[in-house]
């Protein structure tokens, strides 16, 4: 199993304190079925600023440490930029991190409350240059959860989003599980990712969240899911379906 979205990287973010941690939780990760992790540490975010440079070097020497401790985990290169006006501009890219480093896939976090309004525009630039932007855990964004129709219009435009584990099992409430439950259900997502931060308050949770993607939707989508995230890192096109609009029940103004 492979995880597009982990915070595994030594004391650069909120993730792995140091290089311990990042033993830990590489330990948790391959007891899970992991055995691939893209290292997604913050960037451009109000906290943290971890350019392209740096995370490539830091990869590399965690991969060291992996091998020496006969860890049997692989980290690739990736990145979790907030989004920012500029990232499709050429003069970013020196900066940014697609997912592996192809080049093809990018992943994109919202700030918490809100989803920009130069967000479509950004998005389509993207995709003119090649990249396809990856929503994270668009169930954590107040402003798509309260109006997921501004996820179904992301992703008929070509995006992808990446729904969260804990999410996925009800850690993060059950309002939240819903939600999950139903982006995946109408297509909206094409990814569960860890987002794991250490081994304690924020672990990986995959092996429980696969469990939960089979008894809510069968055999076939896990395998998708696993299937998905392996072609994101080799950089080819993932499954996707028909994006369906989210039909809420309206309880005012009917009558
Ligand atoms: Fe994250």
């Not at 590399?60 to 980290?75: A, S």
């Not at 920012?84 to 409350?113: C, R």
């Not at 003119?128 to 954590?140: L, N, Y």
């Amino acid at each position: 199993m492979i995880d597009i979205h982990c915070h595994i990287l030594p004391g650069i973010d909120d993730g792995a304190a140091d290089e311990q941690v990042s033993l830990a939780m590489a330990r948790q990760a391959v007891a899970e079925g992991i055995t691939q992790i893209v290292a997604t540490p913050h960037h451009r975010n109000r906290h943290w600023d971890n350019p392209k440079p740096s995370i490539i070097n830091m990869v590399k020497t965690l991969n060291q440490l992996f091998e020496q401790n006969q860890i049997g985990l692989t980290v690739l290169p990736g990145q979790e930029p907030r989004i920012f006006g500029e990232m499709a501009d050429p003069d970013s890219e020196a900066e940014l991190v697609t997912v592996n480093d192809n080049k093809k896939y990018i992943l994109v976090e919202f700030p918490t409350h809100h989803v920009p309004r130069y967000a479509q525009q950004l998005f389509f630039d993207l995709q003119v240059k090649g990249i396809t932007p990856v929503i994270v855990h668009p169930e954590r964004n107040q402003e798509i959860f309260e109006h997921p129709e501004i996820l179904y219009n992301f992703i008929t435009d070509g995006a992808l989003s990446q729904v969260t584990a804990s999410s996925l099992i009800g850690k993060e409430g059950k309002k939240v599980k819903k939600r999950t439950l139903q982006f995946i259900e109408n297509n909206l997502s094409q990814f569960v990712a860890s987002d794991a931060h250490n081994v304690t308050a924020r672990p990986f949770h995959m092996q429980e969240a696969f469990i939960e993607l089979k008894k809510q939707f069968g055999r076939e989508l896990p395998h998708t899911f696993r299937e998905n995230a392996e072609l994101l890192i080799n950089g080819e096109l993932v499954n996707r379906e028909e994006p369906v609009e989210i039909k809420e029940k309206k309880f005012f103004g009917i009558f």
